[in-house]
């Protein structure tokens, strides 16, 4: 068959932007912390849904969706702010892909509107380059993240996601820190870390269409002579052969989204990967994909042939190569089935390394000196001491809550989950950070963002959120708190809201913006008027009931006026 014409891959410079970031932020993301460290898992990649829509196109964007598999080997991040101004990346001598690291940081500064002079130190030891584990994406997605995170996570992980797939470039060698190739990305690298599952379905534009938590051993071999390419020579052998990613794409596209849909999708559905398992494999080893990639290394048909036997007869619960290779995969459920598959991977002349899935989203290690106030030991206790406030306990007490569902958004400590519960509530209690919470209250408690509160819509009676939502880095972020609220009451439900506005603004209060302000060593704040937040309500769609209190309190830096109301949807 003849090789279709295929465009080249450009050579960007690090920093290049296709496609900006679309959320927009309005004014410069304010920093929360002086220092993070972020561990953050690399990723497997089990097969494309539509290989055919690898091939170059001019918007940057790939569609073709694919599987999933996040491990935990870890990408070390370290980032300290230093003082220097204009914007002065410093990294590390012992942070190899370096040109990776500055793709990353002016990215993100782009994306937030900052420019801050920073150390950057990266340990990747963990990860072979160029192997099928996503070094590169997730390099990337690692710097982001925790550049993201410095700034108290502006931006929400899903547009974090698809902003850095469509950005996406690799090192055309390991001399050259200013120029990149350009590179597919489906959005596993940055999906896998910014995703608690451990098993992902992507689908469309870098989206998680299906995910699931599924705790086992992985084993994963690539050959022993293998030789590592750069970006750029990959980029070429790859390119001389899309023509056959697309040929299989077009031949088996339809049947691959037939049999996810039907087979895969309710499996994950009831906790099984099996009929994922099935979809994988028929792709890898009987659709051509194997083949497809066997540029990358000249003996990958052979272990493709030999290995195949490891999932027909039964020794592993998952086997697929991952990405074009020419590391290959099992999930194993038992010490025999590990046995089994780590005896003929090395009887194939593999490498075996032994992993497990990893079924969180990046870790965050603070220094004890860097701790952001709210993951301060002592800030814990102290909230979990506090009594809720009367005021509040006495507007609960006039609504319905037993047996209904109720969830506590910003929960702290737990004060009023308890109190919900006590009163025979079916309550859910979210923060963003679990150290505040007594974990040993027996409520139902998950790590989560105001903005992004993971529950169906429609689904609660009640919404508690008490001294939160000015916590807002932005005022969109402050805004989408509210629609969040919005989003997950029943249609007649109530929330009930104590927020700080800007009718008291003391000496602490820095202003940063028009309704911004930043406080030394606290969480910055957005602070509207009374007005302005029944303003906003109204917009949304709320009905304000009534107001239950009004007034100032000291919170140990300066006065806050504190307003709380009663809302309907």
């Not at 990337?140 to 996601?161: F, K, T």
Request: net charge negative.
């Amino acid at each position: 068959m003849r090789k279709m014409k295929e465009e080249k891959f450009p050579i960007i410079k690090a920093g290049f932007i296709f496609n900006k970031f679309n959320k927009s932020i309005k004014l410069p993301a304010i920093l929360s912390k002086k220092e993070i460290q972020i561990e953050y898992p690399c990723r497997l990649d089990a097969m494309a849904i539509n290989p055919a829509a690898v091939c170059y196109n001019d918007s940057m964007i790939f569609t073709p969706g694919e599987v999933v598999v996040s491990l935990k080997k870890f990408i070390k991040v370290k980032i300290t702010v230093n003082s220097d101004k204009g914007g002065i990346l410093n990294i590390s001598e012992n942070t190899k892909r370096k040109v990776l690291v500055k793709h990353a940081y002016l990215l993100m500064c782009d994306a937030l509107n900052i420019n801050p002079s920073l150390n950057i130190d990266v340990d990747d030891n963990e990860i072979p380059k160029h192997c099928g584990f996503g070094s590169s994406s997730s390099t990337i997605s690692a710097v982001a993240a925790a550049i993201n995170e410095l700034y108290s996570c502006p931006i929400r992980d899903r547009d974090l996601i698809k902003y850095l797939a469509s950005n996406h470039g690799e090192e055309i060698s390991d001399n050259d820190n200013d120029n990149l190739k350009v590179v597919q990305c489906i959005g596993g690298g940055a999906t896998n870390g910014l995703t608690e599952e451990g098993i992902i379905i992507i689908a469309g534009k870098s989206t998680a269409i299906a995910k699931m938590k599924y705790e086992s051993d992985v084993l994963i071999a690539f050959p022993n002579d293998f030789v590592q390419k750069d970006a750029k020579v990959l980029m070429e052998l790859e390119e001389e052969n899309l023509w056959k990613f697309k040929k299989t794409g077009d031949e088996y596209a339809d049947k691959i989204a037939y049999n996810l849909l039907h087979t895969a999708l309710p499996g994950i559905a009831n906790g099984s990967i099996k009929e994922l398992a099935d979809v994988v494999f028929d792709y890898r080893f009987n659709m051509g994909s194997n083949e497809n990639c066997s540029f990358v290394y000249d003996r990958l048909m052979q272990i493709s042939d030999k290995i195949r036997k490891l999932y027909e007869e039964g020794n592993c619960e998952f086997l697929a190569l991952s990405s074009v290779g020419p590391a290959f995969f099992t999930i194993v459920k038992d010490e025999n089935q590990k046995k089994v598959c780590k005896e003929l991977m090395e009887q194939l002349n593999l490498k075996v390394l032994e992993s497990s899935i990893c079924n969180t989203k990046y870790i965050v290690n603070y220094s004890e000196e860097f701790n952001c106030f709210w993951e301060k030991e002592e800030t814990g206790k102290s909230f979990r001491s506090r009594p809720p406030s009367k005021y509040i306990i006495n507007e609960i007490d006039q609504l319905n809550v037993k047996d209904n569902k109720c969830i506590d958004i910003g929960c702290g400590g737990g004060r009023y989950s308890k109190y919900l519960k006590d009163k025979g509530a079916n309550v859910l209690s979210l923060d963003k950070y679990p150290e505040m919470f007594d974990h040993t209250s027996n409520i139902n408690f998950i790590q989560g963002l105001m903005t992004e509160i993971p529950v169906m819509d429609n689904s609660y009676y009640f919404a508690l959120s008490i001294g939160v939502i000015h916590n807002s880095v932005t005022e969109d972020e402050y805004v989408n708190s509210f629609k969040e609220i919005y989003r997950i009451l029943k249609n007649g439900g109530y929330a009930l809201v104590s927020t700080f506005t800007n009718d008291v603004i003391s000496s602490d209060l820095i202003k940063t913006g028009k309704n911004t302000y930043e406080i030394i060593d606290r969480q910055p704040m957005v602070l509207f008027s009374k007005e302005k937040i029944n303003e906003i309500l109204s917009g949304i769609g709320f009905k304000l009931i009534k107001i239950v209190d009004e007034h100032i309190t000291d919170v140990g830096s300066g006065e806050r006026y504190v307003y709380s109301i009663l809302i309907q949807k």
